[in-house]
């Protein structure tokens, strides 16, 4: 069985920063491009950033120059680093992480979710 937990979200003021994790336990293998996607309140979910098992990243247009997605493939462990945060950004983010499993299975588990909240 694979888990996702993130954590780091929380309530910041418009301007401030925020740190996500999202790490990733269980039987694995390894893991392919991990991602971050957000779902705000009575929208779809999109995606926000991608980064490849070689470190290759990939931003949404509405983030770019203010988030940076990093991750370490030691620690099966992915982290979301938000500054210049906008009201716009409050959504509830998830991680995302297809992975191939010591069974040979594939998975695309996904995080619980975290609350980021972007207000006065």
């Known amino acids: 069985q694979v888990q996702l937990v993130e954590s780091g979200g929380g309530l910041v003021q418009p301007g401030g920063s925020l740190r996500l994790s999202c790490a990733a336990s269980?039987?694995?293998?390894?893991?392919?491009?991990m991602g971050w996607y957000r779902q705000a309140p009575g929208k779809q979910r999109e995606l926000v950033a991608t980064?490849?098992?070689?470190?290759?990243?990939n931003y949404a247009d509405s983030v770019k120059g203010r988030f940076t997605i990093s991750r370490d493939n030691t620690r099966n462990t992915v982290w979301l680093q938000m500054n210049s945060l906008k009201p716009e950004d409050t959504a509830v983010y998830f991680c995302?992480?297809?992975?191939?499993?010591?069974?040979?299975?594939?998975?695309?588990?996904w995080g619980q979710g975290t609350q980021v909240t972007v207000s006065s």
């Open positions: 269980g039987s694995i293998f390894s893991i392919y491009t």
């Open positions: 995302n992480a297809p992975l191939l499993t010591r069974k040979d299975a594939f998975v695309s588990p």
């Open positions: 980064i490849t098992s070689g470190g290759t990243a």
